[in-house]
């Protein structure tokens, strides 16, 4: 994975674990490595679905699993979930996403939303683990919990950044970076490439979320796929006036920063010790657990 010798690209927020995916996804998974693309953060949304994020990452060592509680469904989240996934975070290969803010939906209200990503916050700063976060209209309040917080070294990333070039400012200065995916394809989403322009090349990340927010002009129902992370890099090389594979190779470089902690030291590692995170292997968890001691299924 040497950058600059072939162009190479980290989706950096997917979800793989989405059942939409399950008939085809060893399939799409070959075709994206053919295409270039190396890794694959793959995120939970919620308790019900981190064993299936830690399954895939079981089976394709390019996954690089994060567990996290989606305001989307803070409120439907059982007693304990915080410390069921402090739990699971133990093992240091584990980040925490997706997490965070969404002021766009009424629903759960916003301090449920607030004290669950505070909390996960918190959690990603004590453990020094990468955070993948997700913000629609909520910018003051998520700079302000981050400022009371403040940000795990290892790097927090705001996905499908939606802010304008003033928030991308604010945030990049707080230490954030900022990931951006297939919607910048649609030519008329002047606000994502005005925001872009001002992104220092740092803090620069892509991604797709897939299989949500494909390319502009899919055919309805259309799902996104990792391989469509080249589109969005080659539409931010158009707004940017650079390369792509300048483009590519400095943004790669960033997502191995950001994603150090969690990449396999070899490339061919099979066993990464996701077993033992994963729920149903043997019930009880005892403190004194080494790395070692992975129970049998
Ligand atoms: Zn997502």
């Known amino acids: 994975m040497v950058c600059g010798e072939a162009r190479v690209f980290f989706d950096t927020h997917c979800h793989l674990q989405d059942v939409r995916f399950e008939p085809d996804l060893a399939v799409r998974m070959v075709k994206a490595r053919e295409a270039g693309i190396t890794n694959f953060v793959c995120c939970g ?9 830690l399954k895939i990452a079981t089976t394709h060592p390019a996954v690089l699993p994060m567990l996290g509680l989606h305001p989307w469904h803070a409120h439907q989240a059982q007693s304990g979930w915080l410390a069921r996934l402090a739990e699971r975070l133990e093992n240091p290969r584990i980040g925490l996403g997706e997490c965070g803010l969404d002021f766009a939906i009424e629903e759960p209200p916003r301090e449920l939303q607030e004290a669950a990503f505070r909390a996960q916050l918190r959690l990603a700063c004590d453990l020094n683990r990468p955070v993948s976060i997700h913000c629609r209209r909520a910018w003051e309040r998520l700079m302000a919990i981050a400022r009371e917080e403040g940000l795990p070294v290892a790097g927090a990333v705001i996905h499908a950044f939606s802010g304008s ?16 995916g297939c919607s910048l394809t649609n030519p008329n989403n002047h606000r994502a490439a005005k925001a872009l322009k001002v992104v220092t090349e740092d803090r620069l990340l892509f991604e797709t979320d897939a299989p949500d927010m494909p390319p502009y002009g899919s055919t309805q129902g259309t799902l996104n796929d990792p391989i469509n992370l080249r589109l969005a890099v080659e539409a931010a090389s158009r707004v940017r006036g650079i390369d792509p594979e300048a483009l590519a190779t400095v943004a790669y470089r960033n997502s191995c920063r950001v994603f150090r902690s969690m990449l396999p030291k070899a490339c061919n590692t099979l066993s990464l010790g996701f077993d033992k995170a994963i729920e149903g292997n043997q019930g009880t968890h005892h403190k004194g657990d080494t790395d070692g001691e992975i129970k049998g299924g």
């Open 45 to 53: 949304t919620q308790e019900s679905d981190w064993d299936a994020v």
């Open 165 to 180: 070039a003033e928030i991308a400012q604010e945030a990049q200065a707080l230490g954030f970076y900022l990931a951006f």
